[in-house]
């Protein structure tokens, strides 16, 4: 059964990988220099105790800011998650939540970004995404802030 | 027979709370189990099941990020 699913994800990921950042809204024309986006990133894990890991994703799928870990590891994961949740139902997602026993796992797209979070198991799951969400739209806009 | 005395009657309040949240975080834990959502534009949102082929993927892709991020190094 894993390796099963672990041939499916492959396949997905070769499916889709390729296109699913560029059907995210083009507000973010220009990505956020890597600077801001660690510092957003830190403000993030200031604001959420139950936060494992995270990572921030430019226009193109690339990372800007990844907590500890290999940043390849973080883009190559971060899209075969999109993958799967796009391709469920054929159709772009905003949000993905997904609660295992390891840990729960939080994925969004705004403004032309996309983050996601890896948290323990019963985190404040609308809270989380909320801040997410307002992170994203301050790092395509700085003009505008946050909410 | 003599009323309780008000401080004792505020501590029993504040035990019954605690007990009271204590058993829904209990319930809480029991009842949560893994679920991958998806939210789509307009407020949609979708369950799939571990067992589906979506559900497969989006659990397998979940694990790979959650290894990634590792365990929590907070003090």
């Given at each position: 059964?894993?390796?099963?699913?672990?041939?499916?994800?492959?396949?997905?990921?070769?499916?889709?990988?390729?296109?699913?950042?560029?059907?995210?809204?083009?507000?973010?024309a220009t990505a956020p220099d890597r600077e801001s986006a660690a510092a957003a990133l830190e403000f993030l894990g200031e604001?959420?105790?139950?936060?494992?890991?995270?990572?921030?994703?430019?226009?193109?799928?690339?990372?800007?800011?990844?907590?500890?870990?290999?940043?390849?590891?973080?883009?190559?994961?971060?899209?075969?998650?999109f993958a799967a949740a796009d391709g469920a139902e054929e159709t772009a997602v905003e949000q993905v939540h997904i609660a295992t026993e390891q840990?729960?796992?939080?994925?969004?797209?705004n403004a032309g970004l996309a983050a996601v979070a890896?948290?323990?198991r019963f985190a404040l799951?609308?809270?989380?995404?909320?801040?997410?969400?307002?992170?994203?739209?301050?790092?395509?806009?700085?003009?505008?802030?946050g909410d | 027979m003599t009323p309780p005395k008000p401080h004792r009657i505020l501590l029993d309040r504040v035990s019954v709370y605690a007990d009271e949240a204590a058993a829904f975080m209990r319930r809480r834990r029991i009842s949560r189990?893994?679920?991958?959502?998806?939210?789509?534009?307009?407020?949609?949102?979708?369950?799939?099941?571990?067992d589906s082929r979506s559900g497969a993927e989006l659990f397998v892709s979940a694990g790979?990020?959650?290894e990634v991020a590792?365990?929590?190094?907070?003090?």
């Open positions: 059964m894993a390796q099963m699913a672990t041939v499916m994800i492959q396949e997905a990921r070769a499916r889709v990988t390729v296109g699913i950042f560029t059907q995210m809204p083009d507000v973010a604001m959420s105790p139950d936060l494992r890991g995270a990572a921030i994703l430019g226009p193109e799928g690339e990372v800007l800011a990844a907590s500890e870990g290999e940043p390849e590891r973080w883009r190559e994961d971060a899209a075969a998650l840990g729960e796992v939080f994925a969004i797209r890896v948290t323990d799951a609308s809270l989380l995404l909320f801040d997410m969400r307002s992170m994203l739209r301050e790092l395509a806009d700085p003009a505008k802030g | 189990r893994p679920f991958a959502r998806l939210y789509y534009p307009h407020g949609r949102s979708a369950d799939h099941a571990e790979r990020l959650i590792g365990k929590k190094q907070k003090g």
